[in-house]
């Protein structure tokens, strides 16, 4: 969707009692209706790698943050 080397276009930030709604509904379609890469913790993070290290990675990889 953009033209730069960022490799996500949207960081999806959520409550793991969201993780449901948010992996399920709104990473979906964002992904498969609009044809967005979407960051998902949950589901694209590194075993083993500091959390906030990926997390602060994946925003600075990312155009948007989407908070849910």
């Known amino acids: 969707?953009?033209?730069?080397?960022?490799?996500y276009d949207i960081f999806i930030c959520?409550?793991?009692s969201d993780a449901e709604f948010?992996?399920?509904v709104i990473v979906s379609v964002l992904e498969?209706?609009?044809k967005?890469?979407?960051?998902?913790y949950e589901?694209?993070?590194i075993a083993g790698e500091c959390?906030?290290?990926g997390i602060v990675?994946?925003?600075c990889m990312s155009h948007l943050a989407f908070l849910d």
Do not use: T
């Open 1 to 7: 969707i953009f033209s730069d080397n960022k490799e």
């Open 14 to 16: 959520y409550d793991q």
């Open 22 to 24: 948010a992996l399920g």
């Open 32 to 34: 498969n209706v609009y």
């Open 36 to 40: 967005y890469k979407c960051f998902a």
């Open 43 to 45: 589901r694209d993070s």
């Open 51 to 53: 959390e906030y290290c």
């Open 57 to 59: 990675g994946c925003l």
